[in-house]
């Protein structure tokens, strides 16, 4: 599928600024429409979209008014209440935004352009307590999710699986965490990133303030992502309604030894705080998840090298840390 007419939701943000770079090198003839919250569009507009509409997933009137707008053969939904740690104390807006907004646009799509695909970005926190079997979890795994954005990820993946019975042409994606240049520092790397290069600038006392750092996670480079969600939208037509995959990268990563990594990497030292606020109530030691199914039915695997991804997260927060105040 080459799709004359696209749909990003969430297109100011971290993946989705990567991914409309990625779109326009993909499909140079498509006309793009990109969708954000108000607040979220940058004042200079997001140069690879042929439109900028402003959408917000509290605002279901105004995601159906989008959805007919832009009349798209394919939707890329990324707009979401991303935050883990934020969700705990978020209480409504999680649910209303990942669950009730992304039902609105997935009816507005079945009413008004039924034949549209829509790609979902989901989560591989979904499972959750499943990781404590110590497995390599594929799409089989039960859903156990151990915090907020992860339950209503999970319950929208569910739904979505649902409407899929009813003529939704969705396919439900599972990906890992992802890394890369541009990421807001409320995330893991991004945070470590962005410390490293601040005390390396001499703009923060050699201190780096963590969560736990005895847990092991999945990396994915955003660019690999963005080329995972390409090849879906060009291989819709052979893929089944409902379809679900993992994104995954095979290695999960100690957070203590990425740390330690782009310390080297910056060649500082610093004494390391473990922050109280930044652990979580419930938390999974573990994540490990199988992307076979995507490898076989879309050709993808991840192509961006780890000590790839991680200079050019430092690379950029070193370019930021020259003008971010302190403090900031």
């Known amino acids: ?26 499909w140079p003839a498509a006309h793009i429409t990109a969708a954000a919250r108000a607040p979220d569009l940058p004042p200079e507009g997001l140069p690879q979209a042929d ?25 890329v939904h990324l707009a979401a209440f991303s935050d883990v740690a934020a969700s705990f104390g978020a ?14 646009l997935a009816a507005a799509i079945l009413a008004h352009v039924p034949d549209c695909v829509l790609l979902h970005a989901g989560s591989a926190d979904c499972y959750g307590l499943s990781f404590q079997a110590g497995l390599t979890l594929d799409e089989s795994a ?31 994606l599972r990906p890992v965490n992802h890394v890369g240049p541009g990421q807001s520092p409320r995330f893991a790397v991004a945070s470590f990133a962005r410390q490293v290069a601040l ?10 303030s963590t969560g736990a750092l005895d847990r092991w996670r999945e990396f994915l480079d955003v660019a690999d992502v963005c080329a995972a969600y390409v090849r879906v939208v060009t291989g819709a037509e052979s893929l089944p309604a409902g379809a679900v995959f993992n994104l995954a990268s095979g ?20 004494r390391i705080e473990q922050a109280a606020a930044a652990l979580r109530p419930v938390d999974v030691v573990r994540v490990s998840c199988s992307a076979a199914a995507a490898h076989a039915a879309l050709g993808w695997a991840p192509a961006v090298p780890w000590a790839q991804t991680l200079a050019e997260t430092l690379s950029y927060w070193r370019q930021v840390a020259a003008y971010e105040p302190v403090g900031a």
């Open 251 to 270: 290695a999960p990563r100690r957070l203590g030894d990425v740390l330690a990594d782009l310390l080297a990497a910056a060649g500082v030292e610093a």
């Open 51 to 75: 439109a900028v509409v402003p959408m917000d997933l509290l605002d279901q009137a105004g995601i159906a008014s989008a959805v007919r707008d832009a009349r798209p053969e394919a939707c």
């Open 91 to 104: 209480g409504d807006a999680v649910w209303r935004a990942n669950v009730d907004g992304t039902r609105a």
């Open 199 to 208: 005390v390396a600038a001499g703009r923060q006392a050699p201190v780096i």
């Open 142 to 172: 039960a859903f156990r999710p151990a915090n907020p954005y992860a339950a209503s990820k999970a319950a929208v993946d569910v739904a979505l699986g649902e409407m899929a019975l009813r003529g939704l042409r969705v396919v439900r």
């Open 1 to 26: 599928m080459t799709p004359e007419r696209l749909l990003v939701t969430g297109a100011a943000g971290f993946v989705g600024r990567h991914f409309l770079a990625a779109a326009r090198d993909a």
